[in-house]
């Protein structure tokens, strides 16, 4: 059957099912925590959530389990909406099945970790530099664009300035870790050059492959005050201005299509949000930022699809600015029929609010991306002391019931 059809048979049972569910009066179970929503949207998030929650479940397991996902792909039937992207390492794109794979389902590609400064600093081609600057790798950047590039794959860009994976010799006297940190000036200027010199590379080299970088990760703390994260060797040698001046530096070597984003994890957070919200809003008006990135890394048990509304309209709020979940995953400990039912449902759930949003003018949702492809690779199983089955497909390849939940989710009426 083709994917025309499938639609148009999706679309008819979803209108049955919402006739027959008016005239029974039926109301269905909310999956998700309605209350902290209200705190952060406009007055009639009300009416919206209702929209979203009640919307006509076409993601029924009978409806998933018998289906192929070798006609689907989720590049293509978001198309309209957002990009759909895909984190991964260097050794999986050279395995051709994996790229297939991630070529069909995907359009935006971001590295999983080796545009890290910890995998570009060259520590010795930094020590032997004649203007003391900090030296990068570049056959490691080029080696996993050209890869990108052939396949036709845009990339986000992850990430320039991050407290983690960033080696502690970068800030010291001498690049000597025994000698202390550097002054705010020195550091200033090796934060520059580092940012000039990856982003001109990955200009000159490979002309429009990256779209958008992540400019600074995680700045922010995830205290019940919120404000700036304390423990990152740039906050404690520059300041909280270092946010600032990483964009400046971004925006004067970055092509004037590449949209420059402000990245973290909890971004749902109430105090944390609001001081991404109040951040990213000053960055904005200075005509320094493009976007907020949305990391999404969820637990089944804990998500609230009302959080992430609530986080969405707050950044909304600000004139101009993209949203985009740039590491989305979802942790499941439970890989039976019925765990996967449930995170499918959930995910499900995810993707019909954000096609609303979206198609309500409510976000500006421009590209959602998986941390990872599939179950076997997630940072997550080594990260939480259990085995996780957070991603769209199983160790196998095998697209799992999430990932036509999610197709599903794009042809809600
Ligand atoms: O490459 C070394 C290998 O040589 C060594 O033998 C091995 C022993 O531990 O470690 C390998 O490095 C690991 C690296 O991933 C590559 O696999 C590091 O230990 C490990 O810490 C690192 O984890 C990455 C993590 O960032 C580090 O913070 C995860 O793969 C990566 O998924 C994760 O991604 C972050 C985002 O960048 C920012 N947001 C949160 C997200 C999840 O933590």
């Known amino acids: 059957m083709s994917l025309k059809m499938k639609k148009a048979m999706t679309l008819c049972i979803a209108g049955i099912l919402m006739i027959s569910f008016v005239f029974a009066g039926c109301s269905k179970k909310k999956t998700e925590d309605t209350n902290a929503v209200e705190t952060a949207a406009p007055a009639d998030t009300g009416s919206e959530e209702a929209d979203v929650t009640d919307a006509p479940d076409s993601t029924d397991e009978s409806d998933y389990s018998n289906r192929s996902a070798e006609d689907l792909s989720l590049k293509d039937i978001y198309a ?38 910890d995998y570009l600093l060259d520590y010795d081609a930094t020590i032997a530099a004649e203007d003391g600057m900090p030296q990068i790798k570049v056959d490691t950047l080029n080696r996993i664009m050209t890869m990108a590039e052939d396949a036709g794959l845009k990339m986000r860009g992850h990430t320039l300035v991050w407290h983690s994976q960033t080696p502690k010799w970068l800030f010291c006297k001498d690049y000597d870790e025994d000698k ?8 200033l200027k090796r934060m520059e050059s580092y940012i000039e010199k990856v982003i001109t590379y990955c200009q000159e080299n490979h002309p429009g492959v990256i779209y958008a970088w992540d400019v600074v990760n995680e700045a922010f703390s995830d205290d019940e005050e919120g404000g700036y994260r304390l423990d990152s060797p740039w906050y404690e040698i520059i300041g909280e201005e270092y946010v600032e001046k990483a964009f400046e530096f971004a925006r004067k070597y970055a092509d004037e299509d590449v949209k420059l984003f402000l990245n973290d994890y909890n971004a749902t957070i109430p105090a ?10 000053t960055l904005a008006e200075k005509g320094l930022l493009d976007g907020v990135g949305m990391q999404s890394h969820h637990d089944m048990k804990y998500i609230s699809i009302g959080d992430i509304k609530g986080a969405l309209f707050k950044y909304a709020q600000i004139p101009g600015i993209e949203i985009q979940l740039t590491e989305l995953d979802l942790h499941n400990p439970d890989d039976s029929e019925g765990g996967l039912a449930t995170q499918a449902e959930i995910y499900g759930d995810l993707f019909k609010m954000l096609v609303d949003m979206k198609d309500e003018g409510n976000a500006n949702i421009t590209s959602v991306t ?11 199983t080594a990260n939480k002391n259990e ?27």
């Open 387 to 413: 085995t996780s089955y957070p991603l769209l497909f199983d160790e196998n390849m095998k697209a799992k019931p999430c990932y036509f939940a999610i197709c599903d989710a794009a042809t809600k009426e």
């Open 180 to 187: 202390g940190y550097v002054n705010k000036k020195t550091m």
């Open 272 to 281: 944390k949000r609001d001081s991404i919200y109040a951040a990213a809003a």
């Open 80 to 117: 309209d909406r957002f990009m759909i992207g895909v984190a991964a390492n260097s050794w999986q794109l050279q395995d051709k099945e994996t790229m297939a794979a991630i070529t069909k389902d995907f359009s935006s590609f971001t590295c999983e970790n080796e545009m890290k400064p």
């Open 370 to 380: 998986f941390w990872g492809l599939s179950d076997a690779t997630t940072w997550l």
